[in-house]
């Protein structure tokens, strides 16, 4: 099932192009916001999933082209991403340490929002393209034999960066979470419409073109690891998200004016703009493209504010 928000935070379930009103069906569940109906469905999903079914089969829908969708998760209480959770296709000889870092509720946006960039003196602005878990159930103290059980679905998620802010070491929270530095969507697919999410093909465009393109098998600590060791941290809650990190080799700066396009396998297709007011520009060469030409560090910035050549 593909489950959505849509116009005035609609509840949806995509059934090919289109998108039928469940609104009616969660009607009963408490909340007092998008956020938590969401949640409390996604706690209650067995209960629903039959009238959500038969709500999706008989109702009439509207073409996925013809409304605004929404992020399928408004504001979660808690957003874990992994940090440098890929083998880098084999470029790295073992996994690094394993690592998180949190964002905030405020830095969500949905399909078709804007990245805004801030006014900072950033090195350069990234997104990283990931699969991220949604949570199904309250989750403490989880072991890997047991977490795949806490997992109720899976969406694209990009992962906002603002590079090299000084003082230099002080990088994690100011770097990634900032308003707008969560895309998320279209839609959170549940999980049993996907067999095996440590093989699905991730990409992300830039303006069209192809920069990211790796698989989640290159995952350095699978699902049931992370989830064992985030919660072995704190607890997890339904509606929670845990982004998996990504292949850095792609990745290459966003600046004004850039439409964005993400898709993990089965996921749809995540697309946002991106607004820089200063207009600051990059180069568009990847690392990888950087790396090829045995050039270090981050594509230096050409122009604006806080370019060195400025």
């Known amino acids: 099932m593909k489950i959505l928000y849509f116009d005035d935070f609609k509840l949806g379930i995509v059934k090919g192009d289109d998108v039928v009103d469940v609104t009616s069906v969660v009607h009963d569940i408490p909340h007092l916001g998008p956020h938590d109906l969401i949640s409390g469905?996604?706690?209650?999903?067995?209960a629903y999933r039959g009238r959500l079914e038969q709500a999706a089969a008989k109702g009439g829908g509207k073409p996925l082209a013809s409304v605004r969708i929404r992020p399928p998760l408004p504001?979660?209480?808690t957003i874990d991403c992994m940090a440098v959770n890929y083998m880098e296709d084999g470029t790295r000889s073992e996994p690094a340490p394993i690592n998180a870092f949190h964002k905030a509720p405020s830095a969500i946006i949905g399909n078709g929002d804007t990245m805004v960039l801030p006014d900072v003196p950033a090195?350069?602005?990234?997104?990283?393209?990931?699969?991220?878990v949604v949570i199904g159930k309250r989750a403490s103290n989880v072991s890997q034999a047991d977490a795949m059980k806490y997992v109720f679905g899976y969406m694209n998620f990009i992962d906002g960066s603002a590079r090299g802010l000084p003082p230099s070491g002080n990088t994690f929270y100011q770097m990634k979470s900032r308003d707008t530095?969560?895309?998320?969507?279209?839609?959170?697919?549940t999980a049993d419409e996907v067999p095996d999410p440590h093989k699905l093909q991730i990409r992300?465009?830039?303006?069209?073109?192809?920069k990211q393109n790796f698989n989640s098998d290159d995952m350095a600590?699978?699902?049931?690891?992370?989830?064992?060791?985030?919660?072995?941290?704190?607890?997890?809650?339904?509606?929670d998200i845990l982004a998996t990190g990504t292949?850095?080799?792609?990745?290459s700066g966003f600046?004004?004016?850039?439409?964005?396009?993400?898709e993990c396998e089965g996921m749809g297709r995540l697309a946002i703009n991106v607004r820089d007011d200063l207009k600051r520009t990059w180069s568009r060469e990847t690392r990888l493209d950087r790396q090829r030409k045995n050039m270090e560090g981050l594509t230096p910035q050409l122009t604006g504010k806080y370019a060195k050549n400025a």
């Open 123 to 132: 090195a350069l602005f990234e997104g990283e393209a990931e699969l991220a």
């Open 75 to 77: 504001r979660p209480v």
């Open 247 to 251: 292949n850095h080799r792609g990745l």
């Open 255 to 262: 600046q004004n004016g850039d439409k964005i396009e993400l």
């Open 41 to 46: 469905l996604i706690e209650r999903f067995d």
């Open 204 to 210: 992300l465009w830039v303006n069209g073109e192809l």
């Open 221 to 239: 600590h699978k699902i049931p690891r992370c989830i064992e060791w985030v919660t072995s941290i704190h607890a997890l809650e339904p509606g």
């Open 181 to 189: 530095f969560a895309p998320i969507g279209p839609y959170i697919v």
